[in-house]
């Protein structure tokens, strides 16, 4: 597949204006290296500063009835009429940060169809149960990755610079830990966490539902594992991952389901995971896991677990800071300051 040249040339000079900016060499941290890192993507020496665009993919997961949530499928298809309302984190989130924000159904269970503002992409009314059976059939894991890379093409074509998927479906985290196990060859126990806080029980019931997708699809090559063990809306995320890889814009990275869409996404493709940049470590069991296979640093660590996009969202203001303090910063010269 196609992948944008990351520009080290745009790198290089970015580089060079931060060392000549009105300020000790380094001095600014992590901002520094933020505001270098998109000049890259954006191959120029003083980036643009960021429009966002956030994309809630929502899907139900057949696991559920192996009691591994605290709560039940339904609530995926409240969720909706809820982001539809406004009344959702991420609403808070993007409103506050200039964000546009678009909500698909790639796999609710319910009939979610008469809500307005809620994209209609729905391939299958929830997964197969990946304890007994594959999560999707082939046409089905790539109509659900195609659902993915339209909307990030959209997006793009709309203006959009920085991309954000965000998730939603009862049951993702289960089938998220399942995929990173598989993709970064960890144990259950390594990374199956509480999900929404789900009690001793189910937490049990939890780890033996993916001990038994990992013995069920055991010698699934890398770039199928999705399919197997994944979800309708982890498969769309890995495909709007994709696309912006192969059209050169950036993803933010957000939590435990995104790390397992973006683990999916490098098993097509490493190259791929240089337009991700990971914007904090979930409370979630494994992400770290998760990041550390991807090659990635998180920003932050706020102690969160809610997905929707929330955490990627949450860094935007400091990543547009690192943006506008390395254009608007006068450099020693300019400024008429020695730096001798």
Same mark, same amino acid.
């Given at each position: 597949?196609?992948?944008?040249?990351?520009?080290?040339?745009? /790198?290089?000079?970015?580089?060079?204006?931060?060392?000549? /900016?009105?300020?000790?060499?380094?001095?600014?941290?992590?901002?520094?290296?933020?505001?270098?890192?998109?000049?890259?993507?954006?191959?120029?020496?003083?980036?643009?500063?960021?429009?966002?665009?956030?994309?809630?993919?929502?899907?139900?997961?057949?696991?559920?009835?192996?009691?591994?949530?605290?709560?039940?499928?339904?609530?995926?298809?409240?969720?909706? #009429?809820?982001?539809?309302?406004?009344?959702?984190?991420?609403?808070?989130?993007?409103?506050?940060?200039?964000?546009?924000?678009?909500?698909?159904?790639?796999?609710?269970?319910?009939?979610?169809?008469?809500?307005?503002?809620?994209?209609?992409?729905?391939?299958?009314?929830?997964?197969?149960?990946?304890?007994?059976?594959?999560?999707?059939?082939?046409?089905?894991?790539?109509?659900?990755?195609?659902?993915?890379?339209?909307? $990030?093409? #959209?997006?793009?074509?709309?203006?959009?610079?920085?991309?954000?998927?965000?998730? !939603?479906?009862?049951?993702?985290?289960?089938?998220?830990?399942?995929?990173?196990?598989? /993709?970064?060859?960890?144990?259950?126990?390594?990374?199956?966490?509480?999900?929404?806080?789900?009690?001793?029980?189910?937490?049990?019931? #939890?780890?033996?539902?993916?001990? *038994?997708?990992?013995? *069920?699809?055991?010698?699934?090559?890398?770039?199928?594992?999705?399919?197997?063990?994944?979800?309708?809306?982890?498969?769309?995320?890995?495909?709007?991952?994709?696309?912006? &890889?192969?059209?050169?814009?950036?993803?933010?990275?957000?939590?435990?389901?995104?790390?397992? &869409?973006?683990?999916? $996404?490098?098993?097509?493709? &490493?190259?791929?995971?240089?337009?991700?940049?990971?914007?904090?470590?979930?409370?979630?069991?494994?992400?770290?896991?998760?990041? #550390?296979?991807?090659?990635?640093?998180?920003? /932050?660590? !706020?102690?969160?677990?809610?997905?929707?996009?929330?955490?990627?969202?949450?860094?935007?203001?400091?990543?547009?800071?690192?943006? $506008?303090?390395? *254009?608007?910063?006068?450099?020693?010269?300019?400024?008429?300051?020695?730096?001798?």
């Amino acid at each position: 597949m196609s992948v944008a040249r990351i520009d080290t040339a745009a /790198l290089d000079a970015a580089q060079t204006r931060q060392n000549s /900016l009105t300020k000790p060499q380094g001095s600014l941290g992590n901002l520094e290296d933020i505001a270098c890192w998109f000049a890259a993507r954006q191959g120029k020496t003083i980036p643009d500063m960021l429009r966002p665009h956030v994309c809630v993919f929502a899907g139900d997961h057949g696991v559920v009835k192996e009691g591994v949530s605290a709560f039940p499928s339904v609530v995926t298809g409240e969720m909706l #009429k809820n982001f539809a309302a406004g009344g959702a984190a991420i609403n808070v989130l993007a409103k506050q940060n200039a964000a546009r924000l678009s909500v698909v159904d790639v796999g609710v269970q319910s009939d979610v169809s008469t809500i307005e503002g809620i994209k209609h992409a729905k391939v299958r009314a929830g997964t197969g149960n990946i304890t007994k059976e594959a999560a999707m059939t082939e046409w089905e894991y790539w109509q659900a990755v195609a659902v993915g890379e339209e909307q $990030a093409e #959209k997006a793009i074509a709309d203006g959009a610079n920085i991309l954000i998927a965000g998730d !939603m479906g009862i049951g993702n985290t289960t089938a998220s830990a399942a995929l990173i196990c598989e /993709l970064a060859l960890f144990t259950p126990e390594e990374v199956v966490g509480r999900g929404t806080g789900v009690d001793d029980e189910a937490y049990q019931l #939890k780890l033996k539902a993916v001990r *038994r997708a990992l013995q *069920r699809a055991q010698h699934t090559p890398s770039k199928d594992a999705m399919r197997e063990l994944g979800g309708l809306e982890i498969a769309a995320m890995a495909g709007y991952y994709r696309a912006a &890889a192969r059209l050169g814009v950036p993803v933010l990275l957000d939590g435990f389901i995104s790390a397992a &869409a973006a683990l999916a $996404a490098v098993a097509w493709d &490493a190259r791929i995971s240089g337009w991700m940049l990971a914007t904090h470590v979930s409370q979630e069991k494994g992400h770290a896991l998760a990041l #550390k296979a991807l090659g990635l640093e998180p920003l /932050l660590d !706020m102690n969160m677990r809610l997905g929707e996009g929330s955490g990627a969202a949450l860094i935007l203001p400091l990543l547009q800071s690192a943006i $506008a303090l390395h *254009r608007d910063m006068a450099t020693f010269e300019s400024a008429g300051v020695s730096d001798k």
